[in-house]
């Protein structure tokens, strides 16, 4: 099984920390943001992680190398610009293969299993499959809008209730085939078009989720994994 993590975003948000530090690298519980990913992954039986990157990317490289401290094979997806998510995937799609894989976005942390994004991926491997599959969390305070709707384990544009996509998802490489490599592109107008055909499934986790993308949620992540605060979400 392989995975992508998404790490290219040059984090204006994060500065002045990202500066001089990729936002993969920013450190919460003592660790890289990235290091957690790659743990959970490896412990859900990945065995190969493609890893974009464009700003300060070499400190990436140099930090992580081929991925043997984390049990993995990690290859690298460099981009002279952020190439936004599926311009990203679609330019690493070489190094991800042909069976259906999984992409978590880099600054982001949950509770949720990763061995369900495993088991996801596989079940787009059959014929009749859709063409991906997303967990969606509840909306954080500065995102109240939301991004998807879902009914009966498929995710639709809008509904009466619209969930956040949490930047974990599984898909075919086929979703891709009409972005070309190194170019932008956006995941969203992907996955409508796919929604439009009954072909993205969904599931809501009740879990912990933390968009990490300031410096006051990187505080926060912190506090969270030294014990200092409860979860923002618990499992009903």
């Known amino acids: ?17 990202t500066d001089t530090t990729p936002k993969p690298l920013l450190k919460a519980g003592g660790r890289p943001l990235i290091a957690w990913h790659l743990d959970k992954l490896a412990q859900a039986g990945v065995t190969d992680v493609v890893i974009n990157h464009a700003h300060l990317g070499g400190m990436i490289e140099a930090a ?26 679609a330019t690493a799609m070489p190094l991800l293969g042909e069976a259906p ?10 509770d949720f299993p990763y061995g369900r994004l495993v088991a996801a991926a596989r079940h787009l491997a059959a014929a009749d499959a859709c063409d991906a599959h997303l967990v969606l969390v509840d ?12 009914a009966g384990g498929l995710a ?15 898909y075919r490489p086929a979703l891709f085939d009409g972005v070309a490599p190194g170019t932008k592109a956006r995941l969203a107008p992907l996955l409508v078009g796919a929604m439009a055909r009954d072909a993205v499934r969904a599931e809501h986790h009740h879990g912990y989720w933390l968009d990490v993308g300031t410096p006051a949620r990187l505080a926060e992540l912190d506090a969270y994994l030294a014990g200092r605060t409860q979860p923002r979400h618990t499992e009903p």
């Open 1 to 17: 099984m392989r995975a992508m993590i998404l790490a290219a975003g040059r984090g204006e948000r994060m500065r002045p920390l």
């Open 101 to 110: 894989f999984i992409v978590v976005n880099g600054d982001v942390f949950t």
């Open 139 to 150: 909306n954080p305070t500065h995102h109240p809008g939301g991004d998807f709707a879902l």
């Open 64 to 89: 992580l190398s081929d991925g043997r401290e984390f049990g993995l094979a990690i290859h690298y997806s460099p981009e002279p610009e952020a190439l936004e998510t599926a311009g990203g995937i």
């Open 156 to 170: 639709r544009p809008d509904g009466a209730a619209r969930f956040t996509f949490s930047g974990l998802g599984a």
